[in-house]
């Protein structure tokens, strides 16, 4: 079974502070990781996914394999980062349509 | 281009009614999953369609059903409500049903609210 937890429910940090948003999953393949991103009054968007490696809107997430973790991190949050985070795995074989969805962190950058 | 729409946005149903939701994909997109998402959790898998089939089921009785229709829209029918289904049910199109080959883009939910 797959399985992914965000520990953290609410996150609140001031503008220009480190944010980490913790990922950890469960999986006994190679699963694919991604974060989406529900900014307030806007549907449910992909942010990056660890293949591509990419930093998008400054964010950056690193797959750990060893400690099976997906952290999401930002050197300097702005206000406009405040929004629902959620870290999604996708399995191999007949589990590749699906995504399995941690619970979700909410983001909150005071200014 | 027009994204996925679902309809309708909110609605109320009794304890043993039949519901249906719809989907309209986005342009070009064959595949649509569906999810429900319970308050203050995330998103859990119910299926997905793929050209007018059902190509994966996650843990939901078979009272959950679905359809898809030519031009690749999607319906979600849910059989003799529970209080437990009240929950935003999301609609993603994609271009393939293989997530790691492609991007899921979601529909804005509709609330559904079991009396």
């Known amino acids: 079974a797959q399985r992914v937890t965000q520990p953290e429910k609410l996150l609140s940090v001031f503008k220009g502070a480190p944010v980490e948003l913790k990922c950890n999953y469960s999986?006994?393949?190679?699963?694919?990781l991604f974060w989406y991103v529900q900014y307030s009054r806007q549907r449910l968007q992909l942010l990056l996914r660890h293949i591509s490696r990419e930093s998008i809107k400054g964010f950056t997430a690193d797959l750990n394999k060893g400690e099976t973790s997906f952290h999401l991190k930002k050197p300097f949050a702005q206000e406009e980062d405040s929004a629902m985070y959620y870290c999604?795995?996708?399995?191999?074989?007949?589990?590749?349509?699906?995504?399995?969805f941690g619970g979700g962190t909410r983001l909150m950058v005071k200014p | 281009e027009t994204g996925v729409t679902q309809s309708p946005t909110h609605l109320i149903k009794t304890r043993g009614q039949q519901v249906t939701l719809r989907c309209s994909s986005q342009?070009?997109?064959?595949?649509v999953s569906w999810y429900q998402q319970a308050l203050g959790q995330g998103p859990q898998f119910i299926f997905q369609?793929?050209?007018?089939?059902?190509?994966g089921r996650g843990n939901f009785p078979p009272r959950f059903s679905g359809l898809q229709f030519p031009n690749y829209s999607s319906e979600l029918n849910v059989n003799a409500l529970e209080l437990d289904d009240s929950a935003l049910y999301l609609c993603?199109?994609?271009?393939?049903?293989?997530?790691?080959?492609?991007?899921?883009?979601f529909g804005q939910g509709t609330r559904l609210t079991v009396v």
């Open positions: 993603a199109s994609s271009l393939a049903p293989t997530v790691r080959n492609t991007e899921a883009f």
């Open positions: 342009s070009g997109h064959n595949t």
């Open positions: 999986y006994s393949g190679s699963p694919e």
């Open positions: 369609y793929y050209r007018e089939e059902e190509n």
């Open positions: 999604a795995l996708s399995g191999g074989n007949n589990a590749g349509n699906m995504l399995t």
